[in-house]
Each structure stands twice: as C-alpha cells, then as structure tokens.
C-alpha cells in the first residue's frame, strides 16, 4: 500500500494499493491523458474522470477493480489536482521499478503549477 500527498501542506492523503496501479496499467488511464506543456490541472483530473464514467458506462461487466479506483481514489473527496500530479509520479516509479519503460521520468512532472 502506497500513500500519495493529495494537497500541498501534506494535510490530506489518499491510499493507494498496488491493484490500483495495476488497473491504472491495464487501463492505460494516463495515456495522452497530460497535454504536451505538462501541466497538470483541475482540467486533467476532469478528462481523466470523463474517460473513466465512459469506461465504465460501455463496459457490459462493469470491472469491479475499474470501480474500485474510482472510489478509493480518483473520486475521492481530497483528490484534486496535486494529488493527481502525486499519483501520477508514484505510477511512474512504480512503473520503473518493473523495468517496463514508459518514456517518462518522475523529472517530467516536477515543478508542475497547481490550481
């Protein structure tokens, strides 16, 4: 189980367990989910809830791990848009350290702005 940082003064934390990166994974939910400026906003986090509800809409089965995500973290009350950057970095070295390269660095995101 991983905890990210879901506001800027370390108050608030969403858990994230290695299933939900998985499902991250197997969704590919961040591909070309972060416009090439690399900012990653309130905006961002809507498109990636958008493109989940119609994951889950068309889905006959309605994958219980899909769902799982979304209320433990992606629709969770504290996340906003830094939680999202913090999730999105704790995917990427999750990712590195199964030697599977996704052509991005933890470097990608830093100093990102926040709303």
Same mark, same amino acid.
């Given at each position: 189980?991983?905890?990210?940082?879901?506001?800027?003064?370390?108050?608030?934390?969403?858990?994230?367990?290695?299933?939900?990166? +998985?499902?991250?994974?197997?969704? +590919?939910?961040?591909?070309?989910?972060?416009?090439?400026?690399?900012?990653?906003?309130? !905006?961002?986090?809507?498109?990636?809830?958008?493109?989940?509800?119609?994951?889950?809409?068309?889905?006959?089965?309605?994958?219980?791990?899909?769902?799982?995500?979304?209320?433990?973290?992606?629709?969770? !009350?504290?996340?906003?848009?830094?939680?999202?950057? !913090?999730?999105?970095?704790?995917?990427?070295?999750?990712?590195?350290?199964?030697?599977?390269?996704?052509?991005? $660095?933890?470097?990608?995101?830093?100093? $990102?702005?926040?709303?």
């Amino acid at each position: 189980m991983y905890k990210i940082q879901a506001n800027s003064s370390g108050t608030r934390s969403i858990d994230v367990s290695e299933e939900h990166l +998985q499902t991250l994974e197997d969704y +590919q939910l961040f591909r070309d989910l972060i416009d090439s400026n690399g900012y990653v906003d309130e !905006q961002v986090l809507d498109k990636l809830k958008l493109n989940i509800r119609s994951m889950l809409e068309s889905e006959a089965g309605k994958d219980k791990r899909l769902l799982d995500l979304c209320l433990d973290v992606i629709y969770h !009350q504290n996340m906003k848009a830094y939680g999202l950057q !913090q999730l999105v970095l704790l995917f990427i070295n999750w990712k590195n350290r199964g030697n599977n390269n996704l052509g991005m $660095t933890a470097r990608s995101f830093q100093g $990102t702005p926040f709303n």
